[in-house]
């Protein structure tokens, strides 16, 4: 087998280009690539939480990244507990941070 010399456009395996997606996270815009997950796109971004906790408000994002933990939860386009690890994040997406007080105990 001899070698030979193939040009960078005929390389069968070479990735295609991807196509951009913009997603606004609590008014902010950020820019990934097609197939990413919201929490991918939101961690590129540079920002490492946008969930608080409902026990002393201690910020959280992502953690287990496998969809287990649920620590990554955001509204989605007005659909509450979604997991941003798991999500792919869609061009336009409306995404929000989400925070709930935890019920008052009746004794």
């Given amino acids: 087998?001899?070698?030979?010399?193939?040009?960078?456009?005929?390389?069968?395996?070479?990735?295609?280009?991807?196509?951009?997606?913009?997603?606004?996270?609590d008014?902010?815009?950020?820019?990934?690539v097609q197939g990413q997950t919201?929490?991918?796109i939101v961690l590129a971004s540079g920002r490492l939480a946008w969930r608080r906790t409902s026990v002393g408000g201690r910020p959280r994002g992502l953690f287990c990244g496998i969809g287990v933990c649920f620590d990554c939860l955001v509204i989605v386009n007005g659909e509450r507990d979604v997991r941003a690890c798991q999500r792919r994040a869609v061009d336009g997406d409306a995404v929000a941070s989400q925070y709930d007080r935890l019920p008052e105990a009746n004794a």
Avoid: S
């Fill in 1 to 25: 087998m001899t070698a030979r010399m193939l040009r960078p456009d005929d390389d069968p395996i070479r990735p295609a280009p991807v196509d951009a997606v913009e997603i606004i996270l």
């Fill in 38 to 40: 919201i929490a991918g």
């Fill in 27 to 32: 008014g902010e815009a950020m820019t990934g």
